[in-house]
């Protein structure tokens, strides 16, 4: 669904390098890494929302990328759940219509007449997650979309992704927290200073890493 392929992106001081990353219709793909490894530019990247220096990024269908801290319209909650669907030409009763059922199941079905911009923090990544899945996207880019929340808003988010991969949509999931990662990935990435050590089947990489510095990294230890 999506295929990187010898893609380089420098900023000062920082350099993404990635020879080859792909993720299959109906997969979910973990990207682990310390902070500043390069995991939310390379979501960027894979998204569309910025090119590569160098390489390629291939596409097969739309790609929606949630941000860790996502915009939202001045508007009501449910205007900006339907907001993507009246972008794609969709009647306003049957987007608001789809839109209300997408809130329900991000649990904001009562938040319709809300403003948007009264939402806590953990309520607009919801509310952003609503927004992107009623569009249908082939594949979902989350950079950490549980960060903000609760343990029970954890477990229906996490329930929202393991439907839309049963679906048969690509997810790229970036999160630091790794049971996290273990719950919901098929296979998983360790970036480390903008470079892959170490990609393979979740269940081999979370428990038999080959890697010195995954295995570091998995137990907590400080990478560099």
Known sequence: MIEAEGIVHRYPGFSLSVS???VEPGEVLAVVGPSGAGKSTLLR?????EAPQRGRVH?????VYLDQTPYLLERSVLENAAFGLRLKGWPAQEARRRALGWLERVGLSGFADRPARALSGGERVR???ARALAVEPAALL????TANLDPANV?????????????????V????????????????????EGRVVEAGPAPGFFQRPADPRTRAFLSGEMVW
């Open 155 to 171: 477990a229906r988010i996490e329930a929202l992704i393991r439907a839309e991969r049963a679906a048969g949509r690509a997810v």
């Open 173 to 192: 999931l970036v999160t630091h927290n790794l049971f996290q990662a273990r719950r919901l990935a098929d296979r998983a990435v360790f970036l480390l």
């Open 142 to 145: 989350l950079d950490e979309p």
């Open 127 to 129: 509310l952003a997650l």
């Open 59 to 63: 596409r097969r269908g739309p790609a």
């Open 20 to 22: 080859r990353l792909a």
């Open 45 to 49: 990247l894979l998204g569309g929302l």
